[in-house]
């Protein structure tokens, strides 16, 4: 184990739910993201935070929400996702942004219907 | 902006035999890291190895290790007396050393199987 947990690790979701998830990381670190796995794509960064702070929203559409509560939890909040959402999200910490490795959660595999 | 390329999709070794898997990139940063992680069908994504482009000395862990070429912008991942445990994905990765904002840029992956 990473240290990194994510919950659920399932979910099944229609379009016009609104769901969380959550990602909690027990290694005492101060960045922690948010990764979108689909198949046969490379592994899309989400979103960055550093100390609390969002340093980083790579494009992503407003129906996925993240907060980040303190250091060591992370949420990311959806709403009227679409079929094209369904994939694996990988929550990921570090313990410093830009200056080290990443450890990864196991991920939560999200199909929209 | 940076790409990580893997050519491999797939490549499956018989049991203790050496494999070595191919990754290149493209970055105009001199300062950065590269990394392999590996990601088993239970899809935990866990670090194989690191390596810093400022040490010229390639980074080695037990049976893995790489050859990092910084002029041709090349990582390949040897492993060593391959073992059944060594089947999953691995992906190669880049980053920027950059305080407080950086962007891991994954490759797409390649997909091991070691057979008994």
């Known amino acids: 184990e990473t240290g990194v947990t994510q919950t659920p690790r399932h979910l099944v979701m229609g379009m016009t739910n609104k769901k969380s998830l959550k990602c909690e990381q027990h290694?005492?670190?101060?960045?922690m993201y948010w990764y979108k796995q689909s198949a046969k794509k490379p592994l899309e960064l989400m979103f960055v935070?550093?100390?609390?702070?969002?340093?980083e929203n790579n494009s992503v559409p407003s129906r996925f929400s993240p907060e980040c509560p303190n250091s060591s939890h992370l949420f990311l909040h959806l709403h009227t996702l679409q079929p094209e959402d369904s994939a694996l999200y990988l929550c990921?910490?570090?313990?410093?942004?830009?200056?080290?490795?990443?450890?990864f959660g196991p991920g939560t595999r999200l199909t929209v219907t | 902006a940076q790409t990580v390329t893997q050519s491999q999709p797939e490549m499956s070794v018989q049991e203790a035999e050496t494999v070595t898997l191919s990754c290149t990139y493209d970055?105009?940063?001199?300062?950065?890291?590269l990394f392999w992680y590996k990601q088993p069908p239970s899809r935990q994504m866990i670090l194989v190895i690191r390596?810093?482009?400022?040490?010229?000395q390639n980074a080695t862990e037990n049976r893995f290790s790489v050859n990092f070429q910084k002029a041709a912008k090349s990582f390949s991942l040897k492993i060593s007396d391959s073992q059944l445990g060594d089947t999953a994905m691995y992906f190669c990765?880049?980053?920027?050393?950059?305080?407080?904002?950086?962007?891991?840029?994954f490759g797409t992956g390649t997909r091991l199987t070691i057979i008994p």
């Open positions: 990921a910490s570090a313990p410093l942004a830009g200056v080290a490795e990443q450890y």
């Open positions: 290694l005492g670190h101060n960045a």
């Open positions: 935070y550093n100390f609390k702070e969002q340093t």
């Open positions: 970055t105009s940063e001199s300062n950065y890291y």
């Open positions: 390596q810093e482009a400022y040490k010229q």
């Open positions: 990765a880049f980053m920027k050393q950059n305080f407080g904002n950086e962007k891991l840029t």
